[in-house]
């Protein structure tokens, strides 16, 4: 299985592991590898403005998840984890995520999630709005 490289993806965001996230192996916990997906492309989306998790009319709610393992990462590793948008629809998005392992070419871990949008009233899907397609659309394979 090839493992994807720092040239994949479109842009980066940089975690900081914790002792906690080491498992009684070792090694950081399956587990831990989503939770980064999560905050690598939530943290983006806040950061660019498209994303307000407390006002929002609008939020992402997760709907399908995976991820392949090909090395260990461990407290104290700094995880780079490369973001790109593989399918974009009209409520929902694939995220595509690649963990890199402090300075490593290529990814320790790589992972997916599908968002689908949806009024943060009533849950029910609603299309994109046009700043958050935009943001998406900038990182699109």
Same mark, same amino acid.
């Given at each position: ?17 914790? +002792? ?23 943290? +983006? ?35 780079h984890a490369g973001i790109r948008v593989a399918r974009l629809g009209n409520s929902s998005v694939r995220y595509e995520?690649?963990?890199f392992r402090n300075g490593e070419d290529e990814a320790a871990a790589e992972g997916f ?29």
């Open positions: 299985m090839t493992r994807s490289t720092r040239a994949d993806y479109r842009t980066f965001r940089t975690i900081t592991t914790r +002792w906690m996230d080491n498992d009684a192996y070792g090694h950081m916990n399956n587990v831990v590898h989503y939770s980064l997906f999560d905050t690598a492309v939530n943290g +983006w989306l806040i950061e660019g403005g498209v994303l307000d998790i407390q006002k929002g009319e609008q939020i992402g709610l997760v709907v399908e998840t995976g991820c392949k393992y090909f090395a260990e990462m461990a407290f104290p590793d700094t995880v995520i690649g963990l999630f599908v968002h689908v949008y949806v009024d943060a009233g009533t849950r029910r899907p609603a299309s994109l709005n046009p700043a958050l397609r935009a943001k998406l659309k900038s990182i699109s394979s």
